[in-house]
């Protein structure tokens, strides 16, 4: 089984729904991080979690809210999709660093959403 | 603002050729840099770290290398196989400076290896 998992896998929607994307890992990693990824533009932080009680915004949160249900979960919302955020989001899980080290990120499989 | 740029975007090899992968960031206080693998449907995966103290790093075939100063990186791989065609990321950390290892990372070098 996958270390990180994300669903749905794909997902198509109307302006103005509300989505949610869910990830959850088994790697007991205290850090997780959303990402989205357009097309010439490379990866993107949206938002990122050092444990259940302490979220923050990336460079691009407009638009988004997540949810750490537990070490094991964390989710993303779409209050009101909009056509420009039609990408591939990603999830991605990291150790908390020791010492100066930081540590690798693995990353879930993505979720490809398109709003039309 | 950290930018990291990879080039070329794209590249087509012979198999079993050996060949060098390029990136670049402006900003040379990095606290890691990690090379992925993206597959079309299966995500990113790690394949090298190098934390901002190491010069390289290899697994198998591959040789990643860092030099903070110049703002470079670069990834090799030896005697490339069909299997190893795939899109390739590099993706800067800078640690402590933004408060979390939040990456950063170019657009991709996508690579085909043809038999």
């Known amino acids: 089984d996958a270390d990180v998992t994300q669903t749905p896998r794909n997902r198509i929607t109307k302006t103005g729904k509300r989505i949610m994307l869910e990830c959850s890992q088994t790697?007991?990693?205290?850090?997780m991080y959303w990402y989205r990824q357009d097309p010439g533009l490379g990866l993107r932080l949206i938002y990122y979690?050092?444990?259940?009680?302490?979220?923050n915004k990336g460079e691009i949160s407009d638009g988004y809210s997540v949810s750490r249900q537990a070490q094991a979960k964390f989710s993303l919302s779409l209050e009101s999709a909009i056509p420009n955020q039609t990408a591939l989001y990603f999830c991605?899980?990291?150790?908390?660093?020791?010492?100066?080290?930081?540590?690798?990120?693995?990353f879930g499989p993505g979720t490809r959403l398109t709003v039309l | 603002k950290q930018e990291v740029t990879q080039i070329p975007a794209a590249l087509s090899v012979p198999e079993g050729e050996n060949l060098v992968l390029n990136c670049s960031f402006t900003?040379?206080?990095?606290?890691?840099l990690q090379w992925f693998r993206q597959d079309p449907g299966k995500g990113l995966t790690s394949l090298l770290l190098?934390?901002?103290?190491?010069r390289e790093q290899t697994s198998g075939r591959l040789n990643a290398s860092l030099d903070k100063s110049s703002g470079r990186s670069t990834l090799y791989i030896a005697a490339s196989q069909p299997g190893d065609s795939a899109t390739y990321l590099c993706?800067?950390?800078?640690?402590?400076?933004?408060?979390?290892?939040?990456?950063?990372f170019g657009t991709g070098t996508r690579l085909t290896v043809i038999p």
């Open positions: 993706a800067v950390d800078p640690g402590l400076e933004t408060g979390a290892n939040n990456l950063f």
């Open positions: 991605a899980t990291s150790d908390r660093p020791t010492g100066v080290v930081y540590n690798e990120q693995f």
């Open positions: 900003d040379s206080a990095i606290y890691n």
């Open positions: 790697k007991g990693h205290d850090r």
């Open positions: 979690s050092f444990d259940v009680k302490d979220i």
């Open positions: 190098i934390q901002s103290s190491q």
